[in-house]
C-alpha cells in the first residue's frame, strides 16, 4: 500500500499533537501529502449570555477560532518536517462522522489521529471519538495513545478464559 494522502485529525490535545510527528512520518514514505482536520464544535446553551444572536456568533467564533489553531499547528509540525499540509476545518457535533466523512471525500489512505485514556472526563456521556472513527471508516485508521495513559496488556496465564 502506498501512502498519498494522509487526514490527521487534531482536537488541540497533547496526545493529537504527538500524532502529527507520526504523521509525516509516514508521509514522506509516499507522495508526502496531509490533510489536517479540526472539527469546530460550538458549545451552544440557553445561559443568558449566549441566548442572544451576538452571543452566538461570539460562542461559533471562539470555536472556529480554536479549530484553526489546531490545524495550524499540524501544518507547522508537516510543513517542518517536508511534507505539504492541507488545512481543513469542519463544523460539526459529532467528530468522529466528520472525520470519517472529510478523509472518505478527499481519497485519503490513513487517517491518523491521538486517543484519550479512560479518564477522559464525558467519556461515557458522549462516546469516543477515536471509537466511532475505527469503528465506521473504511480507511486504516492509526490511533495513538498517550504512553502514560495506556493500560498495560496481561499476557499471563489468568488472562485466559
Known sequence: ??????????????????AAPMAVLLARTGAGRIVALAVAQPQFSMAPALASAAGLEAELARALKAAGAHVDT???????????????IRLGSSPGAEIVEVAEELGCDLIVMGAHGPNEPDRLATGSVARHVLAWSSIPVLVMRDPREASKPDFSDRALP
Open 1 to 18: 500500500m502506498i501512502i498519498e494522502r494522509i487526514c490527521v485529525a487534531t482536537d488541540g490535545s497533547d496526545v493529537a499533537v504527538r
Open 74 to 88: 499540524v501544518a507547522r509540525i508537516a510543513e517542518s518536517g517536508g511534507v505539504a499540509c492541507e488545512k481543513l
